[in-house]
């Protein structure tokens, strides 16, 4: 029963407040509608919100929200008009008109895109005009100029549906692969994550009487699919769109669903279930039986809990690939990378020096690089030495030593934005001798 109450509350921690994002929207149709139709004080007309938001399938602390704004018919006529990029000039004067809401806000045109910058997060705001058939008509600034179509009113009914027939599993699941995404570093876009979810409910019927009982099964089942996914496979059809969705990095999702997979299937015991949660999701699944025991049991109670969560210092927006290594020395020892001693299934010994590098991060001009190291299992907790903290050294490498027994681990962040665009973790499993 305490994993059925765990998968709830931490279902319902993820639900999205958009209480501000309502806010920003309507302040943003309110400028639009007076400039483009002579509309005064109109927050909701001609306003769409779209992506994951749009969809319910956003989780807190999202970082983005989409929302398109159906311009009048003439204002297409006007920039079709132009002989050379008309869309990019659209979206100048768009950016102009909502500077005049929020002069002290960064705002840019990017794209297919108006990008206004708040603090707690972005709006990618996209001029659109609705079609008779729902399809919205929208400019592309890229090679000369181009007109575009996209269907989210589709993609959110269709949605919906899923929802409905699988009494609520569908919105769920999005929520909870999203977390999988933030906390592990998977890049794969949302609409591709509702998609593949989406055929996976189909292919089973909705889930439509599963319960949170069945929710540990569920996700080793959707991981199962989604690791036989063919990496080389270049787009899908998004749900209820039918538009394609490209493959990002190379299918690299596909890699660590197989990673998930197989950390879920070594799970004989609702403690190693607890532990493979964690591992997908990090702290914010909650443990109760596990809070309950140590409670009771521990004989190092008085360790400082000293670790630090990306999560409560910066929004996360996984959008780059990163990976990060690690030199493995020792005088008298050949070196190694530690990538290679975890492949093999083998563990660290003592007094080895570590030197953990970045080895592929695929972010433009980053603003900044965080580490943390953390200690973990009950030598840490005896030492108090769990360590965990945000290490903002900016650097690509980090040194440290193997100094005593268990399963610790490092992370590494990229910051851009002031948001948390890759992120990647290494294990560091050390014996006893």
């Not at 000369?144 to 919906?160: H, L, N, R, V």
């Not at 999005?174 to 509702?194: A, H, P, Q, T, Y």
């Not at 009771?296 to 290594?325: C, G, H, K, W």
Request: hydrophobic share 30%; glycine share 6%; aromatic share 12%.
């Amino acid at each position: 029963m305490s994993l059925y109450n765990d998968f709830k509350n931490f279902c319902d921690d993820l639900v999205l407040d958009t209480k501000d994002m309502n806010t920003s929207s309507g302040e943003i149709a309110k400028k639009l509608n007076s400039h483009y139709y002579e509309l005064t004080n109109e927050k909701s007309e001609h306003l769409y919100i779209v992506g994951s938001v749009g969809r319910n399938t956003a989780i807190t602390k999202t970082s983005d929200l989409d929302i398109i704004f159906d311009l009048p018919s003439e204002v297409y006529d006007r920039f079709d008009d132009y002989t050379s990029n008309g869309q990019s000039a659209l979206l100048q004067e768009v950016k102009g008109v909502l500077q005049e809401r929020y002069p002290k806000t960064g705002i840019r045109g990017d794209g297919q895109v108006v990008v206004i910058e708040f603090t707690a997060y972005t709006v990618e705001l996209v001029p659109g005009f609705k079609q008779s058939n729902d399809r919205f008509k929208y400019p592309d600034t890229h090679d000369g100029g181009s007109w575009k179509y996209t269907d989210p009113i589709a993609e959110q009914e269709e949605c919906a549906s899923c929802n409905t027939l699988s009494s609520g599993n569908y919105y769920r699941f999005c929520k909870m692969i999203r977390k999988w995404k933030s906390n592990c570093g998977v890049v794969i876009g949302g609409l591709l994550i509702d998609t593949l979810i989406y055929k996976h409910f189909i292919a089973n019927n909705y889930y439509s009487s599963e319960t949170y009982s069945d929710y540990f099964d569920m996700l080793q089942s959707l991981y199962e699919y989604m690791k036989g996914l063919d990496k080389n496979q270049a787009y899908w059809f998004a749900v209820g769109s039918n538009q394609q969705v490209y493959n990002e990095d190379n299918g690299s999702f596909i890699d660590k669903a197989s990673t998930a997979y197989n950390l879920l299937c070594d799970c004989d015991t609702d403690e190693k279930k607890y532990s493979a949660l964690d591992g997908l999701f990090g702290s914010d699944f909650p443990n109760t039986t596990t809070v309950q025991e140590s409670a009771s049991t521990s004989s190092y109670s008085s360790y400082r809990n000293t670790e630090e969560f990306i999560e409560n210092n910066v929004p996360i927006n996984i959008q780059y690939a990163l990976r990060i290594d690690c030199k493995v020395t020792q005088n008298g020892f050949r070196d190694s990378l530690l990538s290679l001693i975890l492949r093999d299934r083998k563990i660290l010994r003592h007094n080895k020096s570590l030197e953990f590098f970045i080895a592929r991060n695929d972010t433009p001009q980053p603003d900044a690089i965080w580490w943390k190291v953390r200690n973990v299992g009950d030598e840490a907790k005896r030492r108090d030495c769990v360590r965990g903290q945000l290490i903002k050294s900016n650097k690509n490498t980090r040194s440290e030593h193997t100094s005593f027994y268990g399963p610790h681990f490092v992370e590494c962040y990229v910051i851009k934005n002031g948001i948390c665009v890759a992120r990647d973790r290494i294990d560091v499993p050390i014996g006893t001798a």
